[in-house]
T-cell receptor, first 113, second 117 residues
Framework: GEDVEQSLFLSVREGDSSVINCTYT??????LYWYKQEPGAGLQLLTY?????DMKQDQRLTVLLNKKDKHLSLRIADTQTGDSAIYFC?????????????FGAGTRLAVHP | ETGVTQTPRHLVMGMTNKKSLKCEQH?????MYWYKQSAKKPLELMFV???????ENNSVPSRFSPECPNSSHLFLHLHTLQPEDSALYLC????????????????FGAGSRLTVL
């Protein structure tokens, strides 16, 4: 089946690291994605990871993938108030010859001083 | 203009009205998508078009009718909607819908906030 689970809320202090976790179900997903949604806006791609990798780093963002456990995490170093948003994890099961993105419910990150 | 543009940004309609949501992309992409985002459910994929052909129709009620006249434009025609259809409707596009070309990166519009009275 296709299902993506995320915790709904995370609160961190400015300057700390944030870790957002996600579990997915479809092992055929070639890529896994993190998107960010700010208030009043659509989703913006943050990063993605190929399924044969276990880590990807991009500036303040680190993605860890445990394919055996179907667990994906996003770490944001030195979290800033501008990082406050909803973060969506997505898997991409291959069905009918094309990829569709299945999103989790989103984790609302609140950054406080 | 660049990116994915959705109009209108806000729409209020009665249950007997007929209205349409419009999406336009200037990215040269070949695939376009409609997603529904509501407080009760995560992002739900509604429709996928690849090269103007519908490739996914995710058990969406017939009161939602998509139209893709060309690869740059996507419409969602609405008629006799219910209050539970109130949601944010997001349009997205990607280079290809197929899985062989690599990561399927979607570019989203800002959404159309629909309220059904």
């Amino acid at each position: 089946g296709e299902d993506v689970e995320q915790s709904l809320f995370l609160s961190v202090r400015e300057g700390d690291s944030s870790v957002i976790n996600c579990t997915y179900t479809d092992s055929s997903s070639t890529y896994l994605y993190w998107y960010k949604q700010e208030p009043g806006a659509g989703l913006q791609l943050l990063t993605y990871i190929f399924s044969n990798m276990d880590m990807k780093q991009d500036q303040r963002l680190t993605v860890l993938l445990n394919k055996k456990d179907k667990h994906l995490s996003l770490r944001i170093a030195d979290t800033q108030t501008g990082d406050s948003a909803i973060y969506f994890c997505a898997e991409s099961p291959n069905s009918g010859g094309y990829n569709k993105l299945i999103f989790g419910a989103g984790t609302r990150l609140a950054v406080h001083p | 203009e660049t990116g994915v543009t959705q109009t209108p940004r806000h729409l209020v309609m009665g249950m007997t009205n007929k209205k349409s949501l419009k999406c336009e992309q200037h990215l040269g992409h070949n695939a376009m998508y409609w997603y529904k985002q509501s407080a009760k459910k995560p992002l739900e994929l509604m429709f996928v078009y690849s090269l103007e052909e519908r490739v996914e129709n995710n058990s969406v009620p017939s009161r939602f009718s998509p139209e893709c006249p060309n690869s740059s434009h996507l419409f969602l025609h609405l008629h006799t909607l219910q209050p539970e259809d109130s949601a944010l409707y997001l349009c997205a596009s990607s280079q290809e819908a197929g899985g062989e070309a690599g990561a399927n990166v979607l570019t989203f519009g800002a959404g159309s906030r629909l309220t059904v009275l």
